[in-house]
C-alpha cells in the first residue's frame, strides 16, 4: 500500500502545473455553458454532459502530462522498475489515479450543475469505457502515436454533446425508468469488470515490454 501512495504522489508530481489546471478549468466550465447555452444551462442532462467533459478532459491533460514525462527520462522508469516498485504496481496505480482524477473533478462541479446518482454512473462508465481502450494501446504503441484517438473523440465530443443536449437526448426515457441505487450500484460493477480487465491486459503489455 505505501508503494502505491509512493507511485501515486510521484505521478501527482509529474503532472505539474496540469494539477492546479484541473480544478479551475472544472469550475469554470459549466459557466461557459451557460454563457455559450444559456437556453438549455439548466435542462436535464446538463449536468452529465458538464461532467463528461470536464472528466474525460482532465484525465487527458493528467496522463499526456505523466506520459510526456516518462518519454522525457525513459531511464527514470528503468530505474523505478529495477527498485522494489514492481511493474504491475506501477499500472494499477495509473489506474487508481484515473478513479482519482474522476472523483476529484465530480467534486469540484457547481452545486447548481449537479448530475444526478445515475448520471454519475453513467459518466463514470463512459470515461471508463474510453480510459480501459486506451490505455493498453498507449503501452503498447507510446502516447504520441494513440493520443490521435483521444484528440478525435474529445473533438467529436465538444460538437456531439451539445447536439445531443440540445435535443433532450441526454436524458432518455429508459434512464429514467429505472431505479436510481440499482442502476447506480449495476454500473458501478461493470466498471470494475472493465477496470481490472483493461489493468491485466496493460500489465501483460508492460512487462514485456523492453526498457531503455
Not at 480544478?23 to 469554470?28: A, D, E, G, M, R
Not at 465530480?106 to 486506451?134: D, Q, R
Request: with cysteine; charged share 10%; hydrophobic share 55%.
Amino acid at each position: 500500500m505505501k508503494a502505491h501512495i509512493s507511485l501515486i504522489k510521484k505521478d501527482l508530481f509529474l503532472m505539474g502545473n496540469y494539477l492546479c489546471f484541473i480544478p479551475v478549468f472544472t469550475l469554470v466550465l459549466p459557466f461557459f455553458y451557460y454563457w455559450r447555452l444559456p437556453d438549455f444551462s439548466l435542462q436535464k442532462g446538463t449536468g452529465l454532459l458538464i461532467l463528461i467533459v470536464a472528466s474525460v478532459y482532465s484525465e487527458f491533460l493528467a496522463y499526456e502530462q505523466i506520459f510526456l514525462k516518462d518519454a522525457e527520462y525513459p531511464k527514470a522508469l528503468s530505474l523505478l522498475c529495477a527498485s522494489p516498485y514492481r511493474r504491475r504496481d506501477i499500472v494499477l496505480c495509473r489506474y487508481l489515479l484515473f478513479c482519482l482524477v474522476f472523483i476529484a473533478t465530480a467534486m469540484l462541479l457547481p452545486s447548481s450543475f449537479l448530475p444526478t446518482m445515475p448520471e454519475y454512473a453513467v459518466a463514470f462508465f463512459l470515461n471508463t469505457l474510453l480510459f480501459c481502450i486506451l490505455t493498453p494501446l498507449q503501452y503498447q504503441f507510446g502516447f504520441e502515436n494513440s493520443k490521435f484517438v483521444l484528440v478525435i473523440i474529445i473533438m467529436a465530443s465538444c460538437f456531439l454533446l451539445p447536439v445531443l443536449l440540445k435535443k433532450n437526448a441526454l436524458q432518455p426515457a429508459w434512464l429514467l425508468t429505472l431505479p436510481s441505487i440499482p442502476l447506480f450500484l449495476a454500473l458501478l460493477f461493470l466498471c470494475a469488470v472493465l477496470l481490472s480487465v483493461s489493468a491485466t491486459v496493460t500489465i501483460w503489455i508492460f512487462g514485456r515490454k523492453e526498457l531503455m
